[in-house]
C-alpha cells in the first residue's frame, strides 16, 4: 500500500526567510501528487498539484515543489514566506488508477514568526 | 457560495446518541468522500462513493455510515457515537477520472 512521510511535523521560520517542507512517498508506479493547505479553522484547498510534464509545478502564491522520482520525493519550497502563510500543509498521493484515492501524510505545521 | 458545505459546523453530543453530518455539493461531481482529521494524524478515510449506487469503505468505516441520496448529497451517520470518534470531519468531492479532491470547510464533532 502506498504511504506518504512528512518529515516534520512543525517547522517554525521568521518571515521573510526560505522555507521547504518535505514529502516522500512509497509508490515506485506512475503517481499524481498534491499539495493541500489548511488555514486555521478553514477546510483543505489545494495548493498545487503534479500530474505529468515538467517536474517543477508551481503556486500562484509563490510556492513551488519539484517532482524527483528517484527519491520519491516531492517537496514544497518558497524562497520567502510571509506570516499569512502559516498553515498546516499536507503532502498526497494517487495513483490514478480506476480508485484514484489520495492518500494523505500526517501534515506539516509552518508557523511564520515575525 | 461554497462549493461544498457541511452542516452542522460544530456538534457537540453524548456518548451513545445518533448523529448524522451532511454534505452537499454544487461541483457536479460524481466522487464524494468522507474523511475524518485528528491532530497528528491527517486525514483518514472513512467511506467514499463514486456514484449514487456505488458506497466503499474507507480505511476506518467502523462505527460509521454512510448515505448517498443523490449525486450533489453525502451524509454520514455515527449510530451511537462514542469519545474517540470526536474530530474534525470533512467532505470531499472529485471529478471523475480526475484525481484532486475539493474539500468541505469540515465539521467539529466533540462527543462527551
Known amino acids: 500500500a502506498q504511504s506518504v512521510t512528512q518529515l516534520d511535523s512543525q517547522v517554525p521560520v521568521f518571515e521573510e526567510a526560505p522555507v521547504e517542507l518535505r514529502c516522500n512517498y512509497s509508490?515506485?508506479?506512475?503517481?499524481?501528487l498534491f499539495w493541500y493547505v489548511q488555514y486555521p479553522n478553514q477546510g483543505l484547498q489545494l495548493l498545487l498539484k503534479?500530474?505529468?510534464?515538467?517536474?517543477l509545478v508551481e503556486s500562484i502564491n509563490g510556492f513551488e515543489a519539484e517532482f524527483n522520482k528517484s527519491q520519491t520525493s516531492f517537496h514544497l519550497r518558497k524562497p520567502s514566506v510571509h506570516i499569512s502563510d502559516t498553515a498546516e500543509y499536507f503532502c498526497?498521493?494517487?495513483?490514478?488508477?480506476?480508485?484514484?484515492?489520495?492518500?494523505f501524510g500526517k501534515g506539516t505545521k509552518l508557523s511564520v514568526k515575525p | 457560495d461554497a462549493d461544498v458545505t457541511q452542516t452542522p459546523r460544530n456538534r457537540i453530543t453524548k456518548t451513545g446518541k445518533r448523529i448524522m453530518l451532511e454534505c452537499s455539493q454544487t461541483?457536479?461531481?460524481?466522487?464524494m468522500y468522507w474523511y475524518r482529521q485528528d491532530p497528528g494524524l491527517g486525514l483518514r478515510l472513512i467511506y467514499y462513493?463514486?456514484?449514487?449506487?456505488?458506497?466503499n469503505k474507507g480505511e476506518i468505516s467502523d462505527g460509521y455510515s454512510v448515505s448517498r441520496q443523490a449525486q450533489a448529497k453525502f451524509s454520514l451517520s455515527l449510530e451511537s457515537a462514542i469519545p474517540n470518534q470526536t474530530a474534525l470531519y470533512f467532505c470531499?468531492?472529485?471529478?471523475?477520472?480526475?484525481?484532486?479532491?475539493?474539500f468541505g470547510p469540515g465539521t467539529r464533532l466533540t462527543v462527551t
Open positions: 470531499a468531492t472529485s471529478d471523475l477520472g480526475k484525481s484532486e479532491q475539493y
Open positions: 509508490s515506485s508506479v506512475s503517481v499524481y
Open positions: 503534479y500530474l505529468s510534464g515538467s517536474t
Open positions: 498526497a498521493v494517487s495513483d490514478g488508477g480506476s480508485q484514484g484515492n489520495l492518500i
Open positions: 461541483k457536479g461531481h460524481d466522487r
Open positions: 462513493s463514486f456514484d449514487v449506487k456505488d458506497i
